[in-house]
């Protein structure tokens, strides 16, 4: 089975979620950060699968107390998966090395999205799992080059179709998960009771 890694960011009002913060406030795009990352959190845990949480920056937040968190390094976001990827790849020594790598904001992942990402590394390179913002919720994978992540404008709405293109250009087999919402948008927000709840919307 896959291990999961998990990507996230402490908790810091005005550190997260900062496209939200003109219309709710930095403390509030917080508190729904740290309601997807719990979220998140507690969904690899009901897994079962071995799992690693990377974080941005040192933390001594409580939601990280019962975590022994690796720090993410490299120059960008594409450097750092790349570097949290190949790291577990080459500690799997036995059978087929396979890892999956989630962010921690989508409400919309569940555990059987870890086990159609394992299936389909059965005879894919690579799974994607697209959000309706134009990135990507989860990335699985058997091998991996760093040109996968070469030229690829993190943040922008191409992040996942310039990753489709370099790993198409890798002669990788790739497999499509379904599109799931991420939260970055007042939009996204609305989308959940729970988060429009925090917001204090309606």
Not at 46 to 57: A, K, P, R, T
Not at 65 to 78: F, P, T, V
Not at 119 to 124: G, R, S, T, V
Request: net charge negative; charged share 20%; aromatic share 8%.
């Amino acid at each position: 089975m896959p291990s999961i890694q998990v990507f996230a960011k402490p908790p810091v009002a005005g550190k997260v979620k900062t496209r939200l913060i003109a219309n709710l406030g930095a403390p509030v795009a917080a508190d729904i950060y740290r309601y997807c990352l719990d979220y998140t959190l507690n969904l690899v845990r009901q897994s079962g699968l071995d799992y690693q949480v990377w974080l941005s920056e040192d933390s001594s937040d409580r939601i990280f107390q019962h975590e022994a968190y690796r720090l993410q390094r490299g120059a960008d976001l594409g450097s750092r998966m790349l570097r949290a990827i190949s790291n577990q790849l080459a500690k799997q020594e036995t059978g087929v090395a396979k890892v999956i790598l989630i962010g921690s904001d989508c409400l919309d992942m569940t555990t059987d999205h870890f086990l159609q990402a394992n299936e389909a590394l059965c005879d894919h390179d690579i799974a994607l799992m697209p959000t309706l913002d134009g990135g990507f919720a989860l990335i699985a994978c058997r091998k991996i080059e760093p040109q996968l992540f070469t030229d690829v404008e993190w943040g922008s709405s191409r992040v996942f179709e310039q990753t489709l293109n370099n790993a198409q250009t890798l002669d990788y087999r790739v497999s499509i998960l379904e599109s799931v919402r991420d939260i970055d948008t007042l939009q996204d927000v609305y989308h959940y009771a729970e988060l429009k709840s925090l917001a204090n919307v309606v």
